[in-house]
C-alpha cells in the first residue's frame, strides 16, 4: 500500500509566522489531497493537486505537488490562532481511478500562538 | 457542516453489545467509505461502496459489517468488538464513478469499547 510520511510530526509558530508541512510518497503520486482536522472531529478538504508542478492557493494557504520527487508541501502565510489543526495530506493509489479513496499520513499538529 | 451526518457522536459499548454507526450523506455522492482513526496511527481506509455495492474491504475483521441500502446512506455495524477497536470512525463520501474525487468527511463517532 501506498505510503505517506509527513513532517514534521508536530509545530508551534507564533501568530504571523510563515510556515511548511511536507508530504513525501513512497510510490507515484497520481492526485494528492490536503485535509485539515480539528482535534476528534471530521475532516474539513482544503486543496487536490493532480499534476506534477501544480499548485494551489486558498487564501493564505499555498499548496504544491513535485511529482518528480512524490513530495507535496503545504504553506500557510501569516499564520492565524484559526489555522491551528491537524493537517492530514491523502493520496489516490490508482491513476485513473475516479474513487476517492485514500490513504493518508499521520499528520501534522499544528499549533499558532498569540 | 459538510453534508455528511454521522451519528451517534459518541459511542460507548461493552464486548458483548451489538450497535450500528450511521452515515447519512445530502450531496447526491455515489461513493461512501468507513475510515478508522485510532491514536498515533494513520487514518485507516476500511471500507468503499460505490453505487451501493462493496468494492473495498481491507482486510477489515468480520466483527465490523458494513450495509448500504441506498446511495444516501451506510451503515457499520458491530458486534463483540475488543477494546483495542476503541477509535474515531468516519464516513466520507465523493462523487464517485465519473465525477470530482475529492472526499467529504462527517464529524465521526468516537467509540470506546469497555
Known amino acids: 500500500s501506498q505510503e505517506l510520511e509527513q513532517s514534521p510530526q508536530s509545530l508551534i509558530v507564533q501568530e504571523g509566522k510563515n510556515l511548511t508541512i511536507n508530504c513525501t510518497s513512497s510510490?507515484?503520486?497520481?492526485?494528492l489531497y490536503w485535509y485539515k482536522q480539528k482535534y476528534g472531529e471530521g475532516l474539513i478538504f482544503l486543496m487536490m493537486l493532480q499534476k506534477g508542478g501544480e499548485e494551489k492557493s486558498h487564501e493564505k494557504i499555498t499548496a504544491k505537488l513535485d511529482e518528480k520527487k512524490q513530495q507535496s508541501s503545504l504553506h500557510i502565510t501569516a499564520s492565524q490562532p484559526s489555522h491551528a489543526g491537524i493537517y492530514l495530506c491523502?493520496?489516490?493509489?490508482?491513476?485513473?481511478?475516479?474513487?476517492?479513496?485514500?490513504?493518508f499520513g499521520r499528520g501534522t499538529q499544528l499549533t499558532v500562538w498569540p | 457542516e459538510t453534508g455528511v451526518t454521522q451519528t451517534p457522536r459518541h459511542l460507548v459499548m461493552g464486548m458483548t453489545n451489538k450497535k450500528s454507526l450511521k452515515c447519512e450523506q445530502h450531496?447526491?455522492?455515489?461513493?461512501m467509505y468507513w475510515y478508522k482513526q485510532s491514536a498515533k496511527k494513520p487514518l485507516e481506509l476500511m471500507f468503499v461502496y460505490s453505487l451501493e455495492e462493496r468494492v473495498e474491504n481491507n482486510s477489515v475483521p468480520s466483527r465490523f459489517s458494513p450495509e448500504c441500502p441506498n446511495s444516501s446512506h451506510l451503515f457499520l455495524h458491530l458486534h463483540t468488538l475488543q477494546p483495542e477497536d476503541s477509535a474515531l470512525y468516519l464516513c466520507?463520501?465523493?462523487?464517485?464513478?465519473?465525477?470530482?474525487?475529492?472526499?467529504?468527511f462527517g464529524q465521526g463517532t468516537r467509540l470506546t469499547v469497555v
Open positions: 491523502g493520496a489516490d493509489p490508482d491513476r485513473g481511478s475516479t474513487l476517492g479513496r485514500l490513504y
Open positions: 510510490k507515484t503520486l497520481y492526485g
Open positions: 466520507a463520501s465523493s462523487q464517485g464513478v465519473n465525477g470530482n474525487t475529492e472526499a467529504f
Open positions: 450531496l447526491g455522492h455515489n461513493a
